[in-house]
C-alpha cells in the first residue's frame, strides 16, 4: 500500500516547488538542484497509484518503493534543515530576514552541506529511476492529468470557503471567538489611525487556515466591515496577478477593461477602490513581508479607520515583520478526542454507517496519535480510509503500514 507514502510525495513536492523559487537559492546555486528534486519526485508519484493498484508484493517491487520512501525522507530533512536554520537566523537582531535559505549565504559550511545534500540525493533519484523503469510501472491517466493541469502552487491557494467537515471541537470556537473580539475591538485612545495586523502562527497542517475562514465568515465580522477580502499568497506571483486578483477581490472593476499590465494605474485603481472603506482584509499562508511591503500596503494605507488585517503564517518572524499586535495566536494540536471527531467526519456517508465506525475507534485513536494532533494529516489518513472497507482488518493495515515517517 502507497497511500502514505502519496501523500508524503505530495507534501514533499509541493515545499520542493516553493523552495525552488526563493531569490537566495538561485544565488548559491541550489535552485536547479531543488528544482530537480521536485520534478524527480513528481514523476515518481506519478508511480505510486499503480502500485497500489496492482498490489504488487515482489520483494524486488517493496525494495523499491522503500528505497523512494527513504529518498523523500533524505529530502524532507533537506527542506526541514533549511527552515531550522532560517528560524535560527530570525532569532538573531537581523529579524528582517526571512528567506529559509538565507543562512547560507552567510555560513559557507551551510551552503556546502546543503549543496552536498541536493547533489547525492537527485544521484539516488537517478538511480532509483532507472531500477523503476524495468517494472513497467503505469502513470495512472488521472496522475498524468493532474501533473500536466495542475501545480504545486496552485494546489496551495486558498479561498474563503469553509468545509464544514474540516471544523471540530469547542477549541477552535473559543479561538474564532477570541480573534474576532481582537478584530472588532475599537481601539480606544489611538488617534495615529494605525493599521491593527493581528496574526494566527502554527506550523503547517495545524489548521491555520480553517480558523482564519472561520473569523472570515463570523457574523460579527460581516457587520463590522463595509469591505471583506481573502487574499491567499503564494510565492510565484508577480505584481501585476497580485494587485489585479486583489482590485477583483474586492469587487472594483480593473482599469483598462481588465488588461491593464501597468502597474501604477493597478495600484491607483486599488487605492481608489479602498479609499475611506472600513476593510477586513485576510493574507493567508504569508511566507514574507514583500507581498505586502512592497505592494499592498500603500494603497491599503487609504482604508477608512477602524480597518483590519488578519494574517496566517508559519513563523513568529513574519507577524513581527507586519507589526501584529501582540501576543500572536498560536494554534495549538488537536486533542484526541477532536481528532477523532475529525476522522470520523471524512471517513462517514452517512448516519447508518456511524456505529460501525464507532466500533473502530480504539484503532482510529492509534491513528490519529501518529498524525500529532496535526488537521491536515488527520484529513489525510481520513481519505485514505475512505477508500478501504471499514474493517478492523482493513484499518489495521492503515495502522501498521510501514510507510508512516519515523
Request: glycine fraction near 8%.
Amino acid at each position: 500500500m502507497a497511500g502514505v507514502l502519496d501523500a508524503l510525495a505530495s507534501y514533499v513536492t509541493s515545499m520542493l516547488a516553493e523552495m525552488a523559487k526563493e531569490e537566495v537559492a538561485m544565488l548559491i546555486g541550489v535552485s536547479d538542484g531543488i528544482k530537480d528534486l521536485s520534478i524527480k519526485l513528481g514523476d515518481l508519484k506519478n508511480f505510486l497509484a499503480d502500485v497500489d493498484r496492482r498490489n504488487i508484493t515482489d520483494d524486488s517491487v517493496r525494495g523499491w518503493v522503500g528505497e523512494l520512501k527513504r529518498a523523500m525522507y533524505l529530502a524532507t530533512d533537506i527542506v526541514d534543515l533549511c527552515h531550522l536554520k532560517a528560524m535560527e537566523q530570525g532569532q538573531t537582531k537581523d529579524r528582517g530576514c526571512l528567506n529559509p535559505l538565507l543562512f547560507c549565504m552567510r555560513n559557507p559550511l551551510h551552503a556546502h552541506d546543503i549543496g552536498t545534500r541536493i547533489k547525492l540525493l537527485n544521484q539516488n533519484l537517478d538511480d532509483i529511476c532507472k531500477r523503476g523503469s524495468s517494472f513497467n510501472f503505469i502513470k495512472l491517466e488521472a496522475y498524468q492529468d493532474q501533473k500536466t493541469t495542475r501545480s504545486p502552487a496552485t494546489d496551495r491557494k486558498t479561498n474563503s470557503l469553509i468545509e464544514r467537515s474540516g471544523v471540530v471541537g469547542e477549541k477552535i470556537e473559543e479561538d474564532t471567538r477570541a480573534l474576532v473580539e481582537v478584530l472588532t475591538r475599537e481601539a480606544v485612545g489611538d488617534k495615529s489611525g494605525r493599521l491593527i495586523v493581528v496574526a494566527i502562527v502554527g506550523i503547517g497542517g495545524i489548521g491555520k487556515t480553517t480558523l482564519g475562514k472561520k473569523v472570515f465568515n463570523d457574523e460579527a465580522i460581516e457587520g463590522k466591515f463595509t469591505k471583506k477580502i481573502w487574499l491567499s499568497i503564494t510565492q510565484d506571483f508577480t505584481d501585476v496577478e497580485l494587485l489585479s486578483t486583489t482590485i477583483t477581490a474586492i469587487g472594483a472593476d480593473l482599469p483598462g477593461g481588465g488588461g491593464a499590465q501597468d502597474k501604477a494605474l493597478l495600484v491607483d485603481a486599488l487605492k481608489n477602490s479602498i479609499k475611506d472603506k472600513k476593510f477586513f482584509l485576510v493574507l493567508d499562508d504569508l511566507w514574507d513581508v514583500d507581498a505586502w511591503n512592497k505592494h499592498l500596503m500603500t494603497p491599503f494605507s487609504y482604508g477608512g479607520p477602524g480597518s483590519r488585517v488578519l494574517i496566517t503564517t508559519r513563523h513568529d518572524t513574519v507577524a513581527r515583520s507586519m507589526k501584529a499586535f501582540h501576543p500572536y495566536h498560536h494554534v495549538d494540536k488537536l486533542a484526541p478526542q477532536d481528532a477523532w471527531s475529525l476522522l470520523k467526519k471524512q471517513v462517514l456517508t452517512g448516519e447508518e454507517n456511524e456505529p460501525e465506525v464507532d466500533m473502530l475507534e480504539d484503532i482510529g485513536l492509534q491513528i490519529i496519535a501518529k498524525c500529532d494532533g496535526l488537521p491536515l494529516a488527520v484529513k489525510v489518513m481520513g481519505g485514505l480510509l475512505c477508500k478501504k472497507e471499514k474493517t478492523r482488518r482493513d484499518w489495521q493495515d492503515v495502522l501498521n503500514d510501514d510507510m508512516w515517517i519515523g
